[in-house]
């Protein structure tokens, strides 16, 4: 008990060093959904790490990505988990290499899947990485913001159903991942461009990419009508809120939205 104490508050240290937008909803739920999401965000943000890390080719993170997914589609070999690492271990962050504590987190009856869609999402990230990230057309971006974004809504939404029965569509929960990514490709259009990577379909203006984000949260909207649970709900609303003004600001100009802004949202959201 005392080492599953040491380790929520491990995790509660991470996250809030890794997402600045999943963060302040996760301590708003109730346990044990404060501990469930936040764990199960870890694992999905430990291999996200691996996928972004700007010093790992292409091939050693087509290689740990595939092997991960392996890993997390059986009972979790922490050891081999490990030793796959090994060799990478002083580049990669806290979060990634520990991917086998936060599994042990998650609670028995809503593990396997989250284990499931990490895995998919792993499995997703090295194709794309094989294919150097090049997306042509809105067939590409669908995909890819599928694998990065869209399984967490799958994700959140297992965790509803198993936490109190709510069921929700899985597409609009897929457009509520997907939508969050967007805002992520419209704010890092630049900074990915210097990087040599381009998440905007050929051909496409800037405008066409605010359209595929406004469209895509305009569904995670409609996500939301199935849940009925306060606390769930405030969860899901503050980072489609932030998303929604972040849209705003970079249509005005800005680069991201101020944190007064982001508390002045969030203490809305809460005091309704």
Same mark, same amino acid.
């Given at each position: 008990?005392?080492?599953?104490?040491?380790?929520?508050?491990?995790?509660? @240290?991470?996250?809030?060093?890794?997402?600045?937008?999943?963060?302040? &909803?996760?301590?708003?739920?109730?346990? &044990? $959904?404060?501990?469930?999401?936040?764990? +199960?965000?870890?694992?999905?943000?430990?291999?996200?790490?691996?996928?972004?890390?700007?010093?790992?080719?292409?091939?050693?993170?087509?290689?740990?990505?595939?092997?991960?997914?392996?890993?997390?589609?059986?009972?979790?070999?922490?050891?081999?988990?490990?030793?796959?690492?090994? &060799?990478?271990?002083?580049?990669?962050?806290?979060?990634?290499?520990?991917?086998? !504590?936060?599994?042990?987190?998650?609670?028995?009856?809503?593990?396997?899947?989250?284990?499931?869609?990490?895995?998919?999402?792993? =499995?997703?990230?090295?194709?794309? +990485?094989?294919?150097?990230?090049?997306?042509?057309?809105?067939?590409?971006?669908?995909?890819?913001?599928?694998?990065? =974004?869209?399984?967490?809504?799958?994700? $959140?939404?297992?965790?509803?159903?198993?936490?109190?029965?709510?069921?929700?569509?899985?597409?609009?929960?897929?457009?509520?991942?997907?939508?969050?990514?967007?805002?992520?490709?419209?704010?890092?259009?630049?900074?990915?461009?210097?990087?040599?990577? @381009?998440?905007?379909?050929?051909?496409?203006?800037?405008?066409?990419?605010?359209?595929?984000?406004?469209?895509?949260?305009?569904?995670?909207?409609?996500?939301?009508?199935?849940? @009925?649970?306060?606390?769930?709900?405030?969860?899901?609303?503050? &980072?489609?809120?932030? +998303?929604?003004?972040?849209?705003? =600001?970079?249509?005005?100009?800005?680069?991201?939205?101020?944190?007064?802004?982001?508390?002045?949202?969030? !203490?809305?959201?809460? @005091?309704?």
């Amino acid at each position: 008990m005392r080492e599953i104490k040491k380790l929520q508050k491990d995790a509660n @240290n991470i996250l809030k060093q890794t997402s600045r937008t999943f963060y302040i &909803p996760i301590t708003l739920l109730k346990s &044990p $959904l404060n501990q469930t999401v936040g764990s +199960a965000y870890l694992c999905m943000r430990a291999v996200d790490e691996i996928e972004d890390h700007e010093e790992l080719d292409s091939e050693v993170k087509q290689h740990l990505l595939r092997s991960t997914s392996k890993l997390l589609k059986q009972d979790f070999d922490d050891q081999a988990y490990r030793q796959l690492l090994k &060799p990478y271990k002083s580049l990669l962050p806290e979060v990634t290499l520990r991917l086998g !504590d936060w599994v042990r987190l998650c609670p028995d009856g809503i593990v396997a899947n989250v284990k499931e869609s990490t895995s998919i999402m792993a =499995a997703g990230m090295a194709d794309w +990485a094989e294919k150097g990230w090049n997306i042509r057309d809105k067939a590409d971006l669908d995909d890819y913001t599928y694998y990065v =974004a869209g399984l967490v809504g799958v994700m $959140l939404s297992d965790i509803w159903e198993w936490y109190d029965g709510t069921k929700t569509d899985r597409e609009l929960a897929i457009s509520y991942g997907r939508g969050l990514q967007a805002v992520n490709v419209l704010r890092n259009q630049d900074e990915d461009s210097e990087r040599g990577v @381009n998440f905007v379909p050929d051909g496409w203006t800037r405008e066409d990419m605010f359209r595929y984000t406004e469209k895509n949260l305009a569904q995670a909207d409609a996500y939301m009508k199935d849940i @009925n649970t306060r606390t769930i709900k405030l969860f899901c609303r503050i &980072p489609l809120a932030l +998303a929604k003004r972040t849209v705003k =600001a970079l249509k005005e100009g800005r680069d991201k939205i101020s944190r007064d802004e982001v508390e002045t949202i969030v !203490d809305d959201i809460k @005091n309704e």
